[in-house]
């Protein structure tokens, strides 16, 4: 008995695979980029084509103003993120013997395999007990943040660490024997070279942050919700489809930068290629 | 053949080591007690194998690590304590070190800047370097648009840029290929010997010493075994570890028969050795004569002679092109190496596996180990 597949079958085979994976993961997505266009009030029913939710996001304060708050807390907290995580980053694979090293590198690491809830409420915890005390500080902006710089300390600091491990160490020393005090070594060799990874722990730890819910709520006071925070709480109210639009902004600015990243590194990558090769051409004249 | 000129021009003492230890981790003595000096204008060696502590002496002449006992002296300025930017010691590092985010005229003016010269100067010595190693027309280039040989030219570049007192290389021929690193050792030496900058040079290849340095210090688990002229080190090796480590060696165990003062008869299982040189031994003393492959010359007769030749079978035959090397089972069980130039097209001796060759020597052409 011949049982084989032809390879015509195999093709279709995994072109149909391809595409229901495709589908799986992108068709939600569509369908609410699509619904958002849709002029029925209901999320579900499909009337006709308009813009009259993009109207209503325009001119819904509220919501507005908790995309603001994101942005901020996002672009704040991701700031914080990556200075923290640089230094411990730096602490830990700069300076190889300290008493604590060990202690410090599971620590940094801890919250990224703790669940937000956990961390979410002990910070609560806290916070309520040093208001107690000191009457400072109270639960808002500064909390979300502070919270979110916790949570995006850790993952700048994976990512910078993976950055520092593969860059030579004797760059540092090199610049050292040239008549660089360390600090300048940081200045001058380091920092230039870390760019890139400071800007993907950017990235990611605001990303983190702007889509944050559980440590958000915990630690938001009165009449500070992020978007999130914002879309969850109406979402239990029955959806809007204001939110299909604020949700469609926000997939298009995204997708807008990721293309633009993405085609940017790889002409970064095709540059250096040419210009490698163009090296060895060169050399062998 | 030792490219640099060995002008033996009285030249005062630009580096001096004094009991240099150490100890990493409390345990491990990485370099035990090690002296030396060096002239000005000399390229001085470090040879040894990897784990014998010649990269952390130079890591230490460079400021990287700190001894922990002795003192290090530049130019009779005590230089121990100094950070390495504050050393005027520059270093060639084994993988260049270029700063990939610097084209290459930043790469060698980045030493000049730390020193806040002016950009006028700046520029006149970043030239003179480009010039130096003809680089000229890559001075916009970054380090990963450069051949290896050229990245080593930067390294090499950089480092001299600031005028050092004293020039490290860390094996700075290890990262090319064998075709490029012969022409690119004639070339670094020549560079070094325009500039005339006092080097002191880390590498495990004997070769690589041999050619570029006009002293070197043979390195073992921290110490030094022999510190010596090339030739010196090579024809005169004080003890067993030296001449193995120097090229190839045959070594034959023996008991000193006969000591006087002009020669020395030694024997051993295979044959008699009469040394014509007089050596610091006694009869009946255990020693061994290290004879060097190409000073073996092989025969089908006998020779006619009571010495300093020995029978065997040949086992062994490679050939390397510009010579051959046979390999003859003595008597005893024992192989020896001979090697013979193939100064005609034809294999020289005309010997095959299995036939029996008797391989004799000159008289001057031994050394006798008492360690």
């Known amino acids: ?285 | 053949m030792a490219v640099v000129s060995k002008a033996n021009i009285v030249r005062e003492d630009l580096l001096r080591v004094e009991g240099v230890t150490k100890i990493f981790d409390g345990a491990v003595k990485a370099v035990d007690n090690v002296s030396l000096t060096v002239a000005s204008g000399e390229i001085f060696a470090l040879l040894g194998g990897s784990g014998c502590g010649k990269s952390t002496l130079l890591r230490m002449l460079a400021g990287f690590e700190t001894p922990t006992k002795g003192r290090i002296f530049l130019a009779g300025e005590d230089i121990t304590d100094l950070p390495p930017y504050k050393r005027p010691i520059n270093m060639m590092f084994q993988s260049y070190a270029l700063f990939p985010h610097l084209n290459v005229w930043d790469n060698i003016a980045f030493g000049l800047r730390r020193d806040g010269l002016p950009n006028d100067q700046i520029a006149e010595q970043v030239e003179k370097m480009l010039g130096l190693v003809q680089l000229a027309k890559y001075a916009k280039r970054k380090p990963h648009q450069l051949s290896g040989g050229q990245q080593q030219r930067v390294a090499l570049a950089r480092s001299l840029a600031k005028r050092p007192k004293l020039l490290l290389l860390d094996e700075p021929l290890a990262a090319l290929d064998k075709k490029l690193r012969e022409t690119t050792q004639l070339e670094l030496a020549n560079i070094i010997e325009e500039v005339g900058v006092t080097c002191v040079l880390v590498t495990h290849d004997q070769e690589e010493a041999m050619t570029m340095a006009s002293r070197i210090a043979v390195m073992s688990e921290g110490h030094f075994l022999q510190v010596g002229a090339p030739d010196e080190v090579y024809e005169m090796p004080n003890s067993r570890q030296v001449a193995d480590f120097i090229g190839n060696v045959n070594i034959f165990d023996g008991v000193i028969d006969e000591d006087k003062a002009d020669h020395v008869t030694v024997r051993s299982a295979d044959c008699l050795h009469y040394v014509g040189h007089g050596i610091s031994g006694h009869s009946g003393m255990n020693v061994g004569v290290a004879l060097r492959p190409e000073k073996i010359l092989l025969t089908k007769d006998q020779p006619a002679s009571a010495y300093n030749w020995c029978e065997g079978e040949v086992t062994e035959i490679v050939y390397f092109g510009a010579h051959t090397t046979y390999h003859l089972k003595l008597a005893s069980g024992k192989v020896i190496k001979a090697q013979a130039l193939n100064n005609t097209r034809d294999l020289s001796y005309g010997l095959t596996w299995g036939d029996t060759a008797y391989a004799y020597w000159n008289e001057r052409a031994m050394v006798v180990l008492t360690q």
């Open chain 1, 1 to 285: 008995m011949n049982q084989t597949l032809s390879p015509k079958t195999i093709k279709w085979f995994s072109l149909g695979w391809m595409v229901a994976v495709y589908a799986f993961l992108y068709m939600p997505i569509v369908t609410l980029v699509i619904f958002s266009f849709n002029d029925s009030p209901l999320v579900t029913v499909w009337s006709h084509a308009s813009f009259r939710w993009y109207k209503a996001l325009m001119q819904d304060s509220d919501l507005i103003s908790a995309v603001w708050l994101s942005l901020k807390i996002a672009f704040f907290s991701a700031i914080i993120s990556v200075l923290f995580g640089t230094f411990t980053a730096f602490a830990l694979n700069r300076y190889k013997r300290f008493n604590g090293r060990t202690l410090l590198s599971s620590m940094a690491s801890m919250p990224l395999v703790m669940p937000d809830v956990i961390v979410g409420l002990s910070l609560l915890l806290m916070l309520v007990s040093l208001q107690h005390w000191l009457g400072y500080p109270d639960r808002g902006l500064f909390t979300i943040l502070l919270g979110h710089a916790l949570l995006g300390t850790a993952y700048a600091t994976v990512v910078v660490t993976s950055r520092l491990r593969e860059m030579d160490n004797k760059l540092d020393e090199a610049a050292m024997d040239l008549g660089c005090q360390p600090f300048q070594v940081f200045r001058l060799v380091t920092l230039p070279l870390l760019i890139p990874a400071l800007v993907s722990a950017f990235l990611l730890t605001f990303t983190l942050s702007f889509d944050d819910v559980v440590l958000s709520s915990f630690l938001s006071g009165p009449g500070y919700s992020t978007m999130p925070m914002m879309i969850f709480s109406r979402a239990r109210l029955g959806l809007n489809p204001t939110i299909n639009a604020v949700a469609t902004v926000t997939i298009i600015v995204v997708t807008i930068a990721v293309i633009a990243s993405s085609f940017y590194t790889s002409y970064l990558e095709r540059k250096r290629k040419r210009e490698v090769a163009q090296a060895y051409s060169d050399s062998n004249n």
